[in-house]
C-alpha cells in the first residue's frame, strides 16, 4: 500500500506553485535483522526486505497463492487536504475501479491484466489537468509482472501516443501507487507479530523517492492475513515540470486486508501526510498534504 495517494499530492503541490491544475506501502524473532541484499540506490533497483522479527509460533513461508483466470475488482477512492505557504487549496476527490485478473502463472512470476474504470474526480478543483488525467486513465489497461512474493517485475501502460508528459507521469503514478497494494512479503518463515523492513527507491510523479515500508503481521489465518504498515519517504531534490522540488518528506500508515490467494487485498484503509518545497524562479513554496485511501473489493 504505501505510496498510494503521493502522486496526487506532488501533482496537486506542482498545481499549487505553478497557479494551475496542471497533472505533472515478538520476541521469538531473530537475535539479528536478516537482509535480502545491498541497499538500493536507484529507481529500478531491487527492493531490500530485513526481516525484524519472526513472530510467534507457528510459522510459515508466505506467497501469494492465485490461479490463472482468478478476477478482483476494487474500487479505490481518495480525499485529498493541502495547504500551500498556510494556504488551503481546493483539491479534488478521486475514484476508480481497478480490475485485476492473473493471465498466468510461471513459476515465482504472476502474469496480471489490469483494467481502470469508472476514473471520476469529485467535489471542487477538478481542472484542465486532473480532467486530462482522469480521461487517460479512465479506461486504460495495463500489463504487470509480479512476484509471489509482492515485488513488482515489469508494468506497462497502454496510453494514446498524444498523451501530454505531464499527464502520463500522473497517470504512471496512479497506477504504480495502486501495485503498491499489495504488501512485499519476506523470504522467511514468519509467525503472527512478526514484521519486516522493505527500503526501495520509487518514482512517485516525476520525483525519485527513498522510501522504507515496516509491516507488521496482525494476524494470519487459512491464509487470510491482517497487516498493518508504516511508510517513510524522502523526497531527492529535482526538477518537476516547470518547477524544481528543493525538499520533501512523507508518513503513511494504514492496513491492509486480504488473502494470499488474490493479489490484491479485500479492504485497505490509509493516510499520508507529506511537506514538499518547491521552487518557482527565485521563490520557495512549502506545500503541506494529507490524503485518505480506501480500497473495498467488490
Not at 522467511?188 to 515496516?214: F, L
Request: charged letters at 20%; a negative charge.
Amino acid at each position: 500500500m504505501a505510496a498510494l495517494g503521493c502522486a496526487l499530492v506532488l501533482v496537486a503541490a506542482t498545481a499549487a506553485c505553478t497557479g494551475g491544475d496542471e497533472a505533472g506501502d515478538d520476541a521469538g524473532g531473530p537475535a539479528a535483522p536478516v537482509r535480502t541484499g545491498p541497499a538500493p540506490t536507484a529507481a529500478g533497483d531491487p527492493p531490500v526486505v530485513e526481516l525484524l522479527s519472526a513472530g510467534a509460533e507457528p510459522r510459515a513461508t508466505l506467497r501469494l497463492t492465485p490461479e490463472t483466470g482468478a478476477s478482483t475488482s476494487t474500487r479505490v477512492g481518495l480525499d485529498q487536504r493541502l495547504v500551500s505557504d498556510g494556504t488551503p487549496t481546493t483539491v479534488p476527490s478521486l475514484t476508480m475501479t481497478v480490475t485485476t485478473t492473473v493471465d498466468g502463472v510461471d513459476g515465482t512470476r504472476l502474469d496480471l491484466g489490469q483494467s481502470f474504470t469508472d476514473v471520476a474526480a469529485g467535489g471542487e478543483g477538478s481542472g484542465a489537468g486532473t480532467r486530462a488525467a482522469v480521461e487517460a486513465l479512465d479506461g486504460a489497461d495495463g500489463r504487470v509482472g509480479l512476484g509471489t512474493d509482492g515485488v513488482v517485475l515489469s508494468a506497462s501502460l497502454g496510453l494514446p501516443e498524444d498523451v501530454e508528459p505531464a499527464v502520463r507521469r500522473t497517470v504512471d503514478g496512479l497506477r504504480d501507487q495502486v501495485l503498491a497494494l499489495t504488501p512485499v512479503l519476506p523470504s522467511e518463515p514468519v509467525g503472527e507479530g512478526a514484521s519486516w523492513s522493505v527500503t526501495s527507491v520509487v518514482v512517485v510523479g516525476g520525483v525519485t523517492v527513498d522510501q522504507t515500508t515496516t509491516y507488521t503481521l496482525d494476524t494470519i489465518a487459512d491464509g487470510d492475513y491482517v497487516v498493518d504498515y508504516v511508510l517513510d519517504q524522502e523526497y531527492r531534490p529535482g526538477e518537476v515540470g516547470r518547477v524544481t522540488l528543493t525538499q520533501g518528506t512523507a508518513s503513511a500508515s494504514g492496513r491492509l486486508e486480504g488473502s494470499l490467494g488474490s493479489v490484491v487485498p479485500r479492504r485497505a484503509v490509509g493516510s499520508t501526510s507529506s511537506t514538499v518545497g518547491y521552487r518557482v524562479g527565485g521563490a520557495v513554496t512549502l506545500v503541506e498534504s494529507s490524503v485518505r485511501v480506501e480500497l473495498t473489493a467488490s
